[in-house]
């Protein structure tokens, strides 16, 4: 099946900081791959589209210049955290659909996720 | 707007007990895709499982089951004899339409615990 490979699993940083997250599809290649945000005992918040070659698209409310996203191949997508306050600690989650749909109504198949704690 | 309510936020069982998930969606698509993920105490999603609108066939995998009834949007999702390994948050979510610009938004999950 597909795998999706996401990297740090947990990060502690100081504020101020900048922070990259890594989300790689292992087995299968992704035009678009999808960055989630998780608050503890709560749902997943979509971010931001991550499109391959080209910019992200991002949700409203959510600060493009401070969640920076990069997908520079067909397997990989990165998301950094600038300049880090304890305000953005959460638990982010990549994903991405395989290849063989790779279509809006294909499941998607997530990254183990990220914990970032900002101190 | 799209919108997936999960109205139970937490649900506690004993084992071997049988237990329903309930999803009420709301969308203006007349083509969308219903899922069900699971998230253990790990922290990653499993996907269990996909409907599409036009399919209301109900689906049975081994001890997991799910009722689509368009009717009343809603995608229930059925534990039999429920286990401990089954203590997860429970995610419905609803996809691939349209006004919703082809995302996949999430229920706000469901927390399940199974007491041996």
């Known amino acids: 099946g597909a795998v999706v490979s996401q990297h740090p699993s947990r990060v502690i940083c100081k504020s101020g900081t900048s922070v990259k997250i890594e989300c790689r599809s292992l087995?299968?290649?992704?035009?678009?791959m999808f960055w989630y945000r998780q608050f503890p005992k709560q749902s997943l918040m979509l971010m931001a589209t991550s499109n391959e070659g080209s910019k992200a698209t991002y949700e409203q409310g959510v600060e493009k210049d401070k969640f920076l996203i990069n997908h520079a191949s067909l397997t990989l997508s990165t998301l950094t955290v600038t300049s880090a306050h304890p305000e953005d600690s959460s638990f982010y989650i990549c994903?991405?659909?395989?290849?063989?749909?790779?279509?809006?109504?294909?499941?998607?198949?997530f990254g183990n996720g990220t914990r970032l704690t900002v101190t | 707007a799209q919108k997936v309510t999960q109205a139970q936020t937490e649900i506690s069982v004993v084992e071997k007990e049988d237990v329903t998930l309930d999803c009420v969606y709301e969308t203006r698509d007349t083509t969308y895709y219903l899922f069900w993920y699971k998230q253990p105490p790990s922290g990653e999603l499993v996907f269990l499982i996909r409907?599409?609108?036009?399919?209301?066939q109900n689906e049975i995998s081994g001890r997991y089951s799910w009722n689509f009834q368009k009717s009343t949007s809603s995608f229930n999702f059925t534990i039999t004899a429920s286990q401990v390994v089954d203590s997860a948050v429970y995610f419905c979510a609803l996809g691939g339409g349209w006004s919703g610009g082809f995302k996949t938004i999430f229920g706000a999950g469901t927390r399940l615990f199974v007491k041996a």
């Open positions: 994903s991405a659909r395989d290849s063989e749909g790779n279509t809006y109504n294909s499941p998607l198949h």
């Open positions: 409907r599409n609108s036009f399919d209301e």
């Open positions: 087995d299968f290649q992704a035009t678009t």
